[in-house]
């Protein structure tokens, strides 16, 4: 079919022939060919519709795929710069060849809105290549996206809105493959978590310099980021945060979670410059983590928690087989229900100055961490001897008499093991600000995912808060 021969459509004609064309599939004949979308809709097997609305303000090419298509394993897909593909319900688009979707003007990925409930919607871009994959300035709009590939999938200058729930995240790591990153990425309002990984997937990942911003919006046991520990696994300087004004509609979500359900072995996690807040939790890990490093991260008002014995923890320790290791270094906790928990673990340490077999310098900053009239900056419910010197605890005076009314240990419980708090950390420590993160105000996007920086918008179509807008 020539350019001048595709099919221009009204909305009405459009939705019908959508309709009638959703459960089919078209795959790619694996001969070597390098497919993109224009040129798929230009195979009449494909089952793309193309409709340009000349009319509309922020005009633009969209692409309307009306069954999933699989770019078979020996072809390669590039993807098209500067247009919309809108998925109808249950469609994907899946390559398992190599793929680039490295963009300049940025393109965006348009499902259905709604919530997923079986039937419908859950539209995706899925990747299954055994190659890199580099996915650059797209923005998904209830479309999610998919990796089961061997290779690498490094996903940066990207945004992800209001994805609907049909997969356990809007970035999902369905199995393990290549250490991949994921940066400088925005995610909004998406019903379930915004980046996670399987709990069969052990998969090595950078995240860094990312946005979440009230993300499991379903409500549910689910933190923002909730992924399986691996090998490598970082996260550095992203904003993470809840609502700060509706506690109940975020009141089972937390901030980042780590789990290794399969006990995975030589583990390493290493979160740091995070700012967290408005959660259930800032930091939760549950299972072993062979290595474990908490640092520099601002961890605010992550009290959402209805139930102070159900959750409520700054940061939070789970390891009943006790085999995780971990260090907790210049880190300011204030208004959780709990500072830091601990339960189970191998060793976990605050601070401990001179010892050069660790690096754990201390400096952490207790602020207003407390439930039921009490404070807790620390709540060893543990057999370990617990390390936390150096740091500054939320008493009037670093003494000792004073520091012990807000730890909770072997002093108050036998069972329990002893927190070697003392030395705390000098005067000229004291009294840190307390935080003032907040997140950005919900930016203002165009289609092709790029952030509007300068003044309000021209005339067109623009993405605030997960939703289109006209100017």
């Known amino acids: 079919m020539k350019q001048t021969e595709m099919i221009r459509l009204t909305l009405t004609s459009l939705a019908l022939l959508v309709c009638s064309m959703a459960s089919a599939q078209f795959t790619t004949a ?8 224009d040129m798929l809709a230009h195979i009449g097997d494909a089952g793309i519709v193309v409709y340009e609305a000349e009319d509309t303000p922020g005009y633009r090419l969209t692409y309307t795929l009306t069954k999933s298509i699989t770019v078979a394993a020996g072809d390669k897909f590039k993807m098209d ?9 249950d469609v994907t688009l899946a390559i398992e060849g190599e793929a680039d979707f490295q963009l300049t003007a940025g393109s965006c990925f348009d499902g259905v809105s709604g919530v997923y409930d079986g039937d419908v919607l859950g539209s995706a871009v899925r990747i299954k290549s055994t190659t890199t994959t580099e996915i ?9 996206l998919e990796l089961m590939a061997e290779g690498a999938t490094n996903v ?3 945004n992800f809105f209001s994805h609907d729930g049909s997969t356990a995240a809007a970035v999902y790591f369905i199995s393990a493959g290549a250490e991949s990153t994921i940066e400088n990425c925005y995610f909004e309002e998406c019903r379930k978590a915004a980046i996670g990984s399987a709990a069969n997937a052990c998969q090595s990942l950078i995240i860094k310099d990312c946005q979440l911003v009230k993300n499991s919006r379903a409500n549910n046991n689910v933190p923002q980021i909730n992924i399986t520990a691996a090998s490598h696994l970082e996260i550095t300087d992203c904003e993470v945060a809840g609502d700060p004004e509706d506690v109940t509609a975020n009141s089972m979500v ?9 006990g995975y072995a030589d583990t390493n996690v290493s979160i740091s410059g995070c700012n967290i807040a408005w959660n259930r939790y800032g930091i939760g890990t549950v299972g072993p983590v062979s290595n474990l490093r908490i640092e520099n991260c601002t961890l605010t008002d992550n ?12 940061i939070s320790l789970y390891d009943p087989y006790q085999q995780t290791q971990a260090v907790i270094a210049g880190n300011h906790i204030e208004g959780s229900l709990w500072g830091i928990t601990i339960i189970g673990c191998k060793d976990v340490n605050l601070g401990q100055p001179g010892n050069d077999g660790i690096d754990s310098p201390g400096g952490n900053v207790f602020v207003n961490n407390g439930n039921g009239g009490q404070l807790y900056d620390l709540y060893n419910n543990s057999t370990l001897t617990v390390y936390a010197q150096n740091n500054t605890w939320n008493v009037s005076e670093q003494n000792e ?6 730890i909770f240990h072997k002093a108050d419980d036998a069972s329990l093991g002893e927190v070697i708090y003392w030395p705390a950390a000098q005067p000229s420590a004291l009294n840190p600000p307390s935080s003032t993160f907040s997140p950005q105000p919900s930016a203002i996007y165009d289609l092709q995912g790029r952030k509007i920086v300068d003044g309000q918008p021209l005339r067109g179509i623009y993405i605030i808060n997960g939703k289109k807008v006209v100017y």
């Not at 694996?30 to 979308?37: F, H, L």
């Not at 710069?81 to 319900?89: A, E, L, P, R």
């Not at 650059?136 to 999610?144: H, I, K, L, S, W």
């Not at 937390?254 to 399969?262: L, M, R």
């Open 81 to 89: 710069d500067g247009v919309t593909v809108h998925f109808d319900h």
């Open 156 to 158: 940066r200058h990207c």
């Open 401 to 406: 008499e004073q520091i012990e009314t807000v």
């Open 136 to 144: 650059e300035n797209c923005t998904f709009y209830y479309v999610g």
């Open 303 to 314: 009290n959402h928690e209805q139930n102070p014995m159900n959750g409520g923890s700054g």
């Open 30 to 37: 694996g001969d070597g060919t390098t497919y993109s979308i």
């Open 254 to 262: 937390g901030g980042i979670g780590i789990s290794n359900f399969y």
